[in-house]
């Protein structure tokens, strides 16, 4: 028997003949369902664009109703891309008034669900070419880079309904952080964008807000929270965040009362940069730091810190002293219940979040001005299903459009 070399670079070759023989013998091939299904689609469409044409006219071809309402006026071509493929549909003409068709909006050429998939594929990053290639694989048509860009600008009214909601009273416990970006206005430079994210009564997460500041300043964080409080945010139990001085003083400025944790895993991140001598001690150091965090109670926590520091002290003064300041505010966490101390113990969870979005971004390089950057943030949010509250309202196209012409105008 004759051996037939199925090697990857000799795999499409057969492929081809197997595909010929089987068209040979009248078995359908995937490429020719494929052509079948489309062909079914197309006719669909056509069908539909029929009935309701004939329905709005008041009568159908060759019929005399007393219900009709104009004549026919022959027809035009005009293409619609959907999910399945691109069809060329004939769209039939009235005389005197022009007919608006439920299935597509004036001028519109591709359906909504296509146009979430190319807005997703711009946020996830793909060029030019690949997505091209990608959409002429899957649907026969491809859509350029600039069409599928201007798509994320049809989000702008969402993004203004997200900043716009009253917040309920469900959220316990806040979390804030920021993570860098570049802005090119005048030139290229870098900012840091915000982030809130809230924790309701049943222990779910959503992210209640994010702004672009100029910096980490006291003034842009208080800002931040400003807006929460101003939306109806007006208490919450703990507030985690890294140990800046701006956040502690924007705390205290909107929420005097709400207890303040330190992130310990930013705690412990300071820890392992100021330890002097890192080949020989920092796996030692950090084991034994780690273990403060691990104790069931803060009076244990306590008492393995006093542990910690006079072990090691006298050997790295400089990790030590950078560890003990303001080391308390680490163990917050502890005065409240154990279900909920992983949630508020260090800022991981929004970080989480954040390396998403900085992952997304990054492909970017920069963001021409503060406007594209809230809307790729946002559309990441939306379309990445990165949680945001289920109370923001979603706009129709007709309140999109009036959005817009308002903006213009």
Known sequence: MRDINLSE???????QYVNRNLKDIGIITQDSLEQDMRHVINGALQRSIDKEFSEKLGAGWYKRSPRRNDVRCGYYKRTLTTQFGRSVLSI???????????LFNAYQRRNKKLDYAVALSVILGLSTRKQSKLFHELIGDSVSHNTASSLIYHIEGELTAYRQRPISRKYKYLIVDGMWVNIKELQIKNRPVLFALGITKDNKMELLSFKLAKGETEAEYTALLNDLYRRGLEEVKCITADGSEAITAAVNMVYP??????????????????????????????NHAKKIYKEPSKQKAIKRFKRFQRTWRDIEPKACRNFGNNFINTLNFYDFPDKDRN????????ERYIEELRRRTKIQGYFKNERSLNLWVFGIIKYLNITIPEDVPVYSIQQELQYQSAQSS
């Open 9 to 15: 670079d000799n795999l499409a070759v057969r492929w």
């Open 92 to 102: 039939p003409r009235a005389r005197y008034t022009p007919i608006q068709y439920e």
């Open 257 to 286: 009362y709400a207890r303040r944790q330190y992130c310990y895993t930013h705690k412990l991140r300071n820890l392992s940069e100021n330890i002097r001598h890192k080949y020989k001690h920092r796996k030692k150091m950090m």
């Open 343 to 350: 949630l508020i113990s260090t800022s991981n969870h929004l």
